[in-house]
């Protein structure tokens, strides 16, 4: 089987759509999204009704899908782009759209996976994990029925095995990156993200985990029309400084 894992979306309908169509070429059979379809991006109703539209997904739940449906009582350490995009996205998100992201798990579990969009441990504090942030790795992968833990929320790709230390250390993730699962130890991956890419390749990024082979491969989206995504943010009333977030 091939399971494709991906995160944070963000309303960037273009990089959505790219990866939808590049992972049915690559025939995998199941999909999980580790949260965040909404937020910072122009078409969040888009974006929403493509993921739960598609057969093969499994979807948990974002910190910006969590704070759109609790606007008035928002304990989420957010910065105030994102806050103000998801003030903006509150006033276009249809009720459909809203209902939906509301009844998202904190979590799934499918053997030997836990996925989850910040941490296994007290999922709804939304922790940033880093290489380096030794006790809160232990302590999501402690949380975790799975011993292998797919995060997001941060943006960027990185392994990291129970101490927290990367097991992959200089690595850029660049498109076609390997990691070997031996089957044994618990270790914790990041896919990056596909709407608002973070780390120093800055191109959407996901992973396919092949269970024939044990492997971990990371994939990259080297272009998709990003011009419209930032034409969109700029005419839409959204914060410039989302389109700023997707410059190179």
Same mark, same amino acid.
């Given at each position: ?29 199941r999909?999980?999204?580790l949260?965040?379809? %909404? ?5 969040p ?13 499994n ?25 103000e ?10 009720? +459909?759209?809203? +209902? ?34 030794s006790f809160r ?43 070997q ?41 080297m ?9 969109? %943010? ?8 989302c ?6």
């Amino acid at each position: 089987m091939k399971l494709a894992v991906f995160s944070d979306v963000h309303g960037n309908l273009e990089a959505l759509q790219a990866f939808l169509e590049r992972i049915q070429d690559q025939k995998v059979d199941r999909l999980c999204c580790l949260g965040d379809l %909404i937020g910072y991006g122009p078409n969040p109703n888009e974006c929403v009704e493509l993921v739960k539209a598609h057969p093969k997904m499994n979807v948990v739940l974002g910190n910006h899908d969590w704070a759109v449906n609790n606007t008035n009582n928002l304990s989420v350490d957010m910065n105030p782009v994102a806050l103000e995009a998801i003030q903006w996205t509150d006033k276009v998100l249809t009720d +459909e759209n809203r +209902e939906y992201l509301k009844r998202l798990p904190a979590y799934i579990n499918m053997e030997p996976f836990t996925f989850v969009h910040a941490s296994a441990f007290q999922p709804l504090r939304w922790q940033y994990l880093r290489p380096g942030k030794s006790f809160r790795v232990w302590m999501c992968l402690r949380h975790a029925a799975g011993r292998i833990v797919a995060i997001g929320h941060t943006h960027s790709p990185v392994i990291m095995s129970s101490q927290g230390s990367s097991l992959m250390p200089g690595s850029r993730f660049e498109d076609g990156t390997v990691f070997q699962d031996l089957g044994d130890a618990r270790f914790l991956f990041n896919p990056g993200s596909i709407g608002q890419p973070r780390d120093h390749v800055m191109r959407p990024s996901y992973v396919i985990y092949d269970t024939n082979t044990m492997t971990l491969t990371w994939h990259r989206i080297m272009e998709y029309d990003c011009d419209a995504t930032l034409a969109k %943010i700029v005419n839409s009333g959204l914060p410039e400084q989302c389109a700023t977030f997707l410059l190179a």
